[in-house]
């Protein structure tokens, strides 16, 4: 269920492509499926597990890299043994194993409800969503932490009656840590600005954020996304070529205080279907 819940979250965020998710048991039988409560269980909360079948923790599981979700300590306990150093979260949920669908129903309240941590452990946020009227401090905050000439609350909040925009923010304890912000324009989408707070970077937050974009791109059916990135900044080039952006082109001067350069990338959508189809 906890699996299940997971890729619910995942893919109504447009976060699939982040990370896979596995589930194991300790103990568990190998290839059973589901029972009955727990499917129902789950479909209230949008996972559909039917299909899903019982895997038993093996050696291939267990890396220092992982992101181990337990349902009990003492499951953290057992898994602490092998890989130490990996990052624990324990959910500590009632064990609904052979009970009714009542039983089954609380079990996956419980893990329904504890999902903000699991994301807060695996990305750094609790969630991510489109911008609304109460975020627009704490994304105007992200600006003025972020560019020498910053957004203003008025010039965002413009942004929610405009309907090419496309604004999403990452949000931690209520607060925004970071945002991404475009348009689109008859499918052609322009991002205007991607920011992290300095203290939350390096956590995966913008690479989220772009991941998000991206995913909302495609079920619009966007033609192609594109931005300027600094010259001089690496770190932002690797991220949007590691997602298949490429260098188009340059803007001299684009940027002030430093003045710099501007390098164009852009990430073109559905090329292998216009390929097969001229």
């Known amino acids: 269920m906890a699996e299940g819940l997971f890729c619910a979250e995942l893919e109504k ?37 039917s299909a899903h079948r019982s895997n038993a923790l093996s050696q291939y599981d267990l890396s220092e890299e992982n992101y181990y979700i337990c349902m009990s300590p003492s499951h953290e306990s057992v898994l602490r043994q092998f890989v130490p150093h990996a990052n624990f979260l324990t959910l500590q949920v009632s064990d609904p194993f052979d009970g009714d669908l009542e039983r089954y129903n609380v079990c996956c309240r419980e893990i329904y409800e504890k999902m903000p941590q699991v994301f807060r452990l695996v990305f750094g946020f609790d969630e991510i969503h489109p911008m609304t009227k109460s975020d627009i401090a704490g994304v105007a905050a992200i600006e003025k932490a972020c560019f020498v ?16 925009a496309r604004f999403f923010v990452a949000i931690l304890d209520g607060m ?32 989220a954020l772009l991941t998000k974009l991206i995913a909302q791109c495609k079920s619009e059916n966007a033609t192609f996304l594109t ?31 430093p003045e710099e350069d501007a390098l164009i990338y852009t990430l073109d959508f559905n090329l292998t279907d216009k390929k097969a189809n001229p």
């Open 176 to 207: 925004a840590v970071g945002y991404i912000g475009a348009n689109n324009i008859s499918g052609e989408v322009y991002v205007t600005n991607v920011a992290v707070l300095p203290e939350h970077r390096k956590k995966g937050i913008a690479k």
């Open 13 to 49: 965020q447009g976060l699939s492509s982040l990370c896979s998710v596995k589930s194991a048991g300790l103990a568990a039988t190998v290839g059973a499926p589901p029972s009955d409560n727990a499917v129902l269980a789950a479909k209230k909360y949008g996972a559909d597990i």
């Open 227 to 257: 931005l300027e990135v600094r010259e001089s900044n690496a770190p932002a080039i690797a991220l949007y070529q590691s997602f298949g952006f490429t260098e188009r082109g340059q803007r001299k001067r684009f940027y002030s205080d």
């Open 149 to 164: 000439h910053p957004w203003s609350e008025q010039s965002l909040s413009e942004e929610l009656d405009n309907d090419t």
